[in-house]
């Protein structure tokens, strides 16, 4: 076909992508302004504060107001804090105090603009995947990863790890009030683990990940928060998990990232005890592409792109079963590793809750 052949441009259409892509470039550079934010502590300054003028800002947090005017500019377009000409201040509202200030909300961002700015600086690395296909091991990351993943996850563990997802299990919460023991295969910083193991005081907890940075975090959050006797934590992967018999074993979106899913989960079915569970979580997901062309999909996809896929074909097996593998495809993994029953426990905006017994 020459140029002369091909189809007339809908110049409408063409207008509202450009719309649509320069709103996405004005999101991008916006995720590094509420990184900052984050960082400096800016929206913690004005939370519960009323109206604030940018120097006020700048007084609360120790930063230069000519820096801060500009960021509040970018943040009022963007519609993250409310603009008053005439006073010239600025306000974080309550609602949006909860997604950006206070840690303890369910609904806290702060830690997944983290872990997106952390996949900025590892750019580099992610191109030369693209070219030689091998994987990216999840400890050759930037650092703002692990402590981003941590912050990101936290707020949903607390808000349903113990309220919602253990009582949507058979009988699992009448066995760790009475006394269970429990594999949380990995657990990363340890964030679910001492949750569990501060909820329910006559069971014995074994957080497991292979990178030993994180378990080393993880053992000073049980010191800190006094469970340290009921929650030991090892460095090793997720296919020798130490020990059997476990009543419970819970793995956190971390399923996906693992170059052999099945033999991973082989080896947990074995390690449970005969009327054992296995908890998984994973990323919120239709069954296809079709299913998932949404903001929840968008996110995953991307972040898939960058750290689970990369994950996974950085080891043996390298399966590659992306954070988008939906209910469907679990299922089938976990049925191939021997587990008679498998269903979806619940579910939230962003998770997948599975049960899977022997």
Not at 74 to 79: K, M
Not at 190 to 209: K, P, Q, Y
Request: charged share 20%.
């Amino acid at each position: 076909m020459t140029t002369t052949d091909a189809p007339p441009l809908d110049e409408g259409v063409l207008e509202q992508f450009v719309h649509e892509a320069v709103g996405d470039l004005a999101a991008a550079i916006s995720g590094l302004m509420v990184h900052l934010g984050d960082r400096l502590g800016l929206y913690r300054a004005m939370a519960g504060a009323g109206p604030l003028t940018p120097a006020d800002v700048a007084e609360r947090t120790g930063t230069h107001e000519r820096y801060v005017r500009e960021w509040l500019g970018n943040q009022a377009a963007g519609g993250y804090v409310a603009y008053e000409p005439y006073a010239g201040t600025f306000e974080l509202s309550a609602e949006h105090a909860l997604v950006l200030a206070d840690e303890r909300s369910p609904v806290f961002l702060g830690g997944a603009f983290e872990t997106i700015a952390s996949c900025y600086v590892d750019h580099d690395a992610f191109a030369r995947t693209f070219t030689t296909g091998e994987g990216i091991a999840w400890g050759a990351h930037d650092e703002r990863l692990y402590s981003g993943a941590l912050r990101l996850f936290r707020p949903g563990y607390e808000a349903n790890l113990v309220q919602s997802w253990l009582p949507a299990l058979d009988g699992v919460v009448d066995k760790l009030r009475a006394g269970a023991s429990v594999a949380d295969v990995g657990c990363g910083f340890g964030a679910s683990t001492v949750i569990m193991a501060r909820e329910f005081e006559h069971s014995t907890f074994l957080g497991v990940d292979n990178h030993a940075p994180s378990i080393e975090a993880a053992r000073s959050s049980a010191r800190e928060a006094g469970v340290e006797r009921r929650a030991r934590f090892e460095v090793a992967p997720a296919a020798a998990v130490p020990g059997t018999g476990f009543d419970l074993v819970t793995m956190f979106d971390c399923l996906h990232d693992m170059g052999d899913p099945v033999g991973v989960a082989r080896h947990i079915r074995r390690s449970l005890a005969p009327d054992g569970t296995l908890l998984l979580v994973e990323p919120a997901a239709g069954d296809g592409l079709a299913d998932n062309l949404n903001p929840v999909g968008r996110l995953y996809y991307g972040i898939s792109t960058v750290v689970c896929t990369p994950s996974s074909l950085a080891q043996e097996g390298a399966l590659g079963l992306g954070a988008q593998a939906g209910p469907q495809r679990l299922e089938e993994v976990l049925r191939e590793a021997g587990f008679s029953s498998v269903r979806v426990a619940t579910r939230t905006p962003l998770n997948l809750i599975l049960e899977a017994r022997p």
